[in-house]
């Protein structure tokens, strides 16, 4: 059941990084048009500018040149700037954009060119500034655009039709502002609607939780405290039902507490109730690692389950002690008890120790040490070979 919340959450988790990267892959695809349409003016002023130094000798050579190497050093700041969404949206870069496209506009003037030899490279200046600015900060930065090419074509003598085209940069970057805008309330809109449904399905699972933490509440501790009341003077019975509800109340901690696979403290918690039932005995249950089953594990689990036994058959104790934690990179097992103990070096093992315990341990790499001494107690260590790294 703690599982159910766990897993949710998780499945929550998974669905805002899908989310996110939903939103990551929308930004680096504007970006990306800014800066294919920033190559292909780069390419498309090139090819001006070589035609310019060929067929217009009034064109000034280094203007015309110099222009081409601040456009060429321009387009390669772009594509690195267009890595960073940080550094591509941010208003200094846009700035440092629009005034570089202004200079290499003003060179075409300046060379006293016979034509405009920028061509295309203004263009992707509003596809920067749709992405790093706001509708209304683009419109500012196409009318700048506008007025320059205006004032140049006006200072050459131009009729009002092709001063008139400036305008054209305006209503580009119109386009580009509102396209750029919309893609983005689109998916503000995804992402809010993604969130509400999280926020509704979290609800539902907290409250189906609740519900079920009710029931197992009322099916078990309620059950076994109606019980305790019936036989409140047999002091073995009552012993008997508090050590069964501490084992399922722990299990229920447990499964809230713990992640998806609680598998391996399961299967010692198990065993540990049936020796507490089978033989009347108080096990306490201390697990430091979970993981899932394989030979390894449960072949720690089916020794620990022998040693609990012995334990509770000679030792004569009350209590036994079952700990699991992990150990220089392995899984450990201790089951401890305070009992009469017995001298290892002068007591031959039985079947049980040799073939139920190191028998089965060994079969998958592991090691079992049995330290004890008489009325001392004993210890059992199970070492498992499997290497792990949670605990």
Not at 15 to 40: C, F, H, P, Q, Y
Request: aromatic residues 8%; without cysteine; hydrophobic residues 50%.
């Amino acid at each position: 059941m703690g599982r159910t919340g766990s897993h949710s959450t998780a499945t929550t988790s998974q669905t805002l990084d899908a989310s996110d990267r939903i939103t990551a892959t929308v930004e680096g695809a504007m970006r990306n048009l800014a800066v294919i349409a920033r190559v292909v003016g780069w390419a498309w002023m090139l090819m001006l500018v070589l035609a310019t130094l060929n067929v217009d000798p009034g064109a000034d050579p280094s203007i015309v040149i110099g222009a081409m190497v601040l456009a060429t050093m321009w387009t390669a700041a772009t594509l690195w700037a267009a890595r960073s969404r940080r550094i591509f949206g941010s208003t200094w870069f846009v700035v440092a954009d629009v005034s570089v496209v202004l200079l290499v506009g003003a060179a075409s003037w300046a060379a006293g060119a016979a034509n405009f030899f920028h061509g295309g490279f203004l263009i992707p200046t509003l596809i920067v500034a749709a992405y790093g600015l706001n509708l209304y900060g683009v419109t500012v930065v196409a009318s700048l655009i506008a007025i320059e090419q205006a004032a140049i074509l006006i200072s050459w003598g131009t009729g009002p039709v092709p001063t008139l085209s400036s305008l054209g940069f305006v209503v580009s970057g119109i386009v580009f502002g509102w396209l750029f805008a919309t893609i983005r309330r689109t998916d503000v809109y995804r992402r809010a609607t993604v969130d509400e449904l999280m926020v509704e399905r979290e609800t539902r699972v907290r409250t189906s939780e609740r519900l079920e933490l009710a029931n197992r509440l009322h099916d078990s501790a309620l059950q076994t405290l109606q019980g305790i009341d019936a036989d409140a003077e047999d002091a073995d019975r009552v012993r008997q039902l508090a050590r069964r509800q501490t084992r399922e109340l722990r299990s229920l901690v447990d499964s809230y507490a713990g992640e998806d696979s609680v598998v391996f403290k399961e299967a010692l918690a198990r065993i540990a109730g049936e020796v507490e039932d089978l033989f009347d005995i108080e096990v306490s249950v201390v697990i430091r690692f979970d993981g899932d089953m394989d030979a390894t594990l449960h072949a720690l689990v089916d020794a620990a389950r022998e040693a609990m036994t012995n334990a509770a058959k000679y030792s004569g104790a009350d209590r036994i002690d079952l700990y699991a934690a992990v150990e220089n990179g392995g899984v450990v097992v201790y089951i401890r008890d305070e009992g009469r103990g017995f001298d290892v070096d002068t007591r031959a093992m039985g079947y049980g120790i040799e073939h139920s315990i190191r028998g089965r341990v060994a079969e998958v790499g592991g090691e079992v040490r049995i330290v004890s001494a008489l009325g001392e107690g004993t210890e059992v260590k199970l070492s498992g070979s499997r290497e792990v790294v949670r605990t």
